[in-house]
């Protein structure tokens, strides 16, 4: 454990661009790019494997379940499924045998694979739940909603209110719940984003805010700064006339 501890952020770095590679589709609505180019994401995944590990060396008796809820509310917000655990596995066992070669015994490995799928059961479990308590599944939680208002709140915030366009009535949400919105990008990629809730319930609208990411010596945020749709009418008569 303490060697995987030391070289955690080696192997998260190792396991995305591995996994992105093999898999170019999961950056287009799965995963979100502006994490994964900000780097603090990267450690998520792979760091919670290690700690859940830590978990099971000091309580070996139980499960550390209480590290696995935040995640699996992520996780079923974006419709992950089941069968998508297998090529997390594979990827992450990959980039720890890159990173750590021959330390890597059999053993070694045996150990984090059964580490990998206690947490992956316990995280599949714990999304099949969620999944079931709203009646939706992994392909139906994506719902289309029209924009009925866009409040400028402040020239850096802005409230969307969104009213469904299907049959089925919006749930009622407790404090603290965020929706995933899936954004069209320019270029043809769906970027997903949380946003919290920020009105009660009326069985057919949500409303949430979105607040500008400014250029703090990084990129700008690409869907906060779309969202400032006058920003961009501007920008692009601005364009027009050069
Ligand atoms: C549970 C939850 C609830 C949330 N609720 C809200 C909410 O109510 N309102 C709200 O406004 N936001 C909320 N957020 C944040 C929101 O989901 C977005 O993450 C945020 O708005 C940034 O999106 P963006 O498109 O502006 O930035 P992105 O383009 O996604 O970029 C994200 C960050 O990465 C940096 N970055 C991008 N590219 C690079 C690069 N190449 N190198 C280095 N850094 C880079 C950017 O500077 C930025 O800091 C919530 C997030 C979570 C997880
Ligand atoms: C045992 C396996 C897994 C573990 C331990 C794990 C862990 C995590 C953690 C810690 C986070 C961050 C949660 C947060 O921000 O609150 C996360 C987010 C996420 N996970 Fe997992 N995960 C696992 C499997 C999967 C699988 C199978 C997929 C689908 C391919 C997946 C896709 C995602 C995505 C898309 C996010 C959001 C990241 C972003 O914002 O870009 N995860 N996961």
Same mark, same amino acid.
């Given at each position: ?54 978990? +099971? ?65 316990? +995280? ?57 919105? +899936? ?60």
């Amino acid at each position: 454990m303490p060697v995987v501890g030391e070289h955690i952020g080696e192997i998260a770095r190792r396991f995305c661009r591995h996994m992105f590679a093999n898999h170019p589709e999961l950056l287009d609505g799965v995963f979100n790019r502006g994490n994964q180019a900000h780097g603090e994401q990267q450690q998520a995944l792979a760091g919670s494997v290690a700690a859940f590990a830590g978990g +099971l060396v000091s309580t070996p008796q139980r499960t550390p379940e209480h590290l696995l809820k935040r995640i699996a509310h992520k996780h079923a917000s974006l419709g992950i499924r089941p069968d998508q655990y297998q090529t997390v596995h594979d990827n992450l066992m990959w980039a720890i045998v890159d990173v750590l070669g021959d330390a890597v015994t059999p053993e070694v490995a045996a150990a984090w694979d059964e580490v990998y799928w206690l947490m992956a059961n316990a +995280l599949i479990n714990q999304e099949r739940g969620l999944y079931s308590a709203r009646g939706v599944t992994p392909e139906t939680v994506w719902r289309k909603w029209e924009v009925e208002k866009k409040i400028k709140e402040t020239p850096d915030v802005v409230t969307f209110v969104v009213k469904r366009v299907d049959d089925r009535l919006v749930t009622t949400s407790l404090p603290g719940q965020y929706v995933t919105v +899936l954004i069209d990008m320019p270029d043809g990629v769906r970027q997903p984003h949380q946003y919290s809730l920020t009105r009660a319930d009326d069985g057919e609208h949500r409303q949430f805010s979105l607040k500008r990411v400014r250029d703090n010596g990084e990129p700008e945020g690409e869907v906060s700064w779309q969202a400032d749709l006058d920003r961009r009418a501007r920008q692009s008569r601005h364009s027009r006339s050069v």
